[in-house]
Nanobody, 124 residues
């Protein structure tokens, strides 16, 4: 069982930056590809970014490419999402996700575990 706890959400002005963290429980963090999703009001949850459990390779949704950076610290069992040049349309609840040995499962929205979410609001 893996528990994911996000932190770092908040209110920021357009053009600003915000960093999210997701702390994972358990001793097998290195076996999980980790990702971020978001869900805006009235919209479906959408994929944002993923980082591979094995190679550290990353992949991003087109909407955030070049502005967001996903990274992980295996010693701290934590995955991060650095968000720069934020836009009002980035406003959403951001969720952390984990999939055992599968970045693909994260990308298609079928991870093994989800966090509870953290709110990010970007004002114009």
């Amino acid at each position: 069982q893996v528990q994911l706890v996000e932190s770092g959400g908040g209110l920021v002005q357009a053009g600003g930056s915000l960093g999210l963290s997701c702390a994972a429980s358990g001793r097998t963090f290195t076996s999980y590809s980790m990702g971020w999703f978001r869900q805006a009001p009235g919209k479906e949850r959408e994929f944002v970014a993923v980082i591979s459990w094995s190679t550290g390779a990353t992949y991003y949704a087109d909407s955030v490419k070049g502005r967001f950076t996903i990274s992980r610290d295996n010693a701290k069992n934590t995955v991060y999402l650095q968000m720069n040049s934020l836009k009002p349309e980035d406003t959403a609840v951001y969720y952390c996700a984990a999939a055992l040995q599968s970045s693909h499962a994260v990308e298609v929205g079928t991870p093994d575990y989800w966090g509870q979410g953290t709110q990010v609001t970007v004002s114009s």
